[in-house]
């Protein structure tokens, strides 16, 4: 069966979606993972349960408030229309927003967990060395902690692929503008065309599949064998 051209567009659009999503997260969960794991102010408990708010609350709720937010009557949509720009509400824009918030937690944890199995030794003997903080950052925490990049980069571009309650929210089911998988997928079991929804859901059902599949691999690969 080959792919009708709306769904392929659908393919395109999401795999856009989630590579560009990809990398914000990582941009942004980057320095946040690492300052949850350095720091030891108050304010981390209260961070940490905001940044991992998504992993427990029902995607249509986020989704709810972030197109309120995003709508032309929420702070960014009246910003955005008081600099000459149009709502994010029902764009790609707002897609990409939508998708950083929604998968935040599954970059962020990743990325955390590997700087705290760094440590702090490493760093101390290149403090000894003369690097300065920047260098150890980027000289010894970030390739150190290298697993857990592709981890993160690959759960956050998995899940960002199943969106469903969040983007349908902000982005409404717009083809060829905001119309995903997912709610391809939707849309075709709705109308009982079960044959392009089996086509679609499988696809990123192995897709996913395989993604998890390397991240297994690559975190065993340098694991050192049970005795």
Do not use: C
């Given at each position: 069966?080959?792919?009708?051209?709306?769904?392929?567009?659908?393919?395109?659009?999401?795999?856009?979606?989630?590579?560009?999503?990809?990398?914000?997260?990582?941009?942004?969960?980057?320095?946040?993972?690492?300052?949850l794991d350095?720091?030891?102010?108050?304010?981390?408990?209260?961070?940490?349960?905001?940044?991992?708010?998504?992993?427990?609350?029902?995607?249509?709720?986020?989704?709810?408030y972030?197109?309120?937010?995003?709508?032309?009557?929420?702070?960014?949509?009246?910003?955005?229309?008081?600099?000459?720009?149009?709502?994010?509400?029902?764009?790609?824009?707002?897609?990409?927003?939508?998708s950083?918030?929604?998968?935040?937690?599954?970059?962020?944890?990743?990325?955390?967990?590997?700087?705290?199995?760094?440590?702090?030794?490493?760093?101390?003997?290149?403090?000894?060395?003369?690097?300065?903080?920047?260098?150890?950052?980027?000289?010894?925490?970030?390739?150190?902690?290298?697993?857990?990049?592709?981890?993160?980069?690959?759960?956050?571009?998995?899940?960002?692929?199943g969106e469903?309650?969040?983007?349908?929210?902000?982005?409404?089911?717009?083809?060829?503008?905001?119309?995903?998988?997912?709610?391809?997928?939707?849309d075709?079991?709705?109308?009982?065309?079960?044959?392009?929804?089996?086509?679609?859901?499988?696809?990123?059902?192995?897709?996913?599949?395989?993604?998890l599949?390397?991240?297994?691999?690559?975190?065993?690969?340098?694991?050192?064998?049970?005795?």
């Amino acid at each position: 069966m080959t792919l009708h051209p709306d769904d392929a567009t659908a393919l395109v659009l999401t795999l856009k979606l989630a590579s560009l999503s990809t990398a914000v997260l990582l941009l942004l969960g980057t320095p946040l993972g690492w300052w949850l794991d350095m720091t030891r102010r108050r304010l981390r408990p209260f961070i940490d349960s905001l940044v991992s708010l998504p992993l427990v609350l029902p995607p249509t709720v986020l989704g709810f408030y972030l197109l309120l937010f995003l709508g032309p009557d929420g702070p960014l949509g009246r910003l955005m229309t008081a600099t000459g720009g149009r709502p994010l509400a029902f764009t790609f824009a707002g897609l990409v927003i939508g998708s950083v918030v929604y998968s935040l937690p599954f970059v962020v944890q990743p990325i955390r967990d590997a700087f705290l199995g760094v440590g702090r030794l490493p760093l101390e003997a290149a403090a000894t060395l003369g690097a300065g903080p920047w260098d150890r950052f980027f000289s010894v925490a970030v390739p150190l902690a290298r697993r857990g990049f592709f981890t993160a980069a690959t759960l956050g571009f998995a899940h960002t692929l199943g969106e469903f309650g969040v983007v349908l929210m902000i982005g409404g089911n717009i083809p060829g503008k905001t119309q995903v998988l997912s709610i391809a997928i939707f849309d075709h079991v709705e109308a009982m065309d079960y044959g392009r929804a089996h086509l679609l859901a499988g696809g990123l059902l192995g897709l996913s599949f395989l993604l998890l599949l390397a991240v297994q691999f690559i975190n065993r690969r340098d694991r050192p064998e049970d005795s």
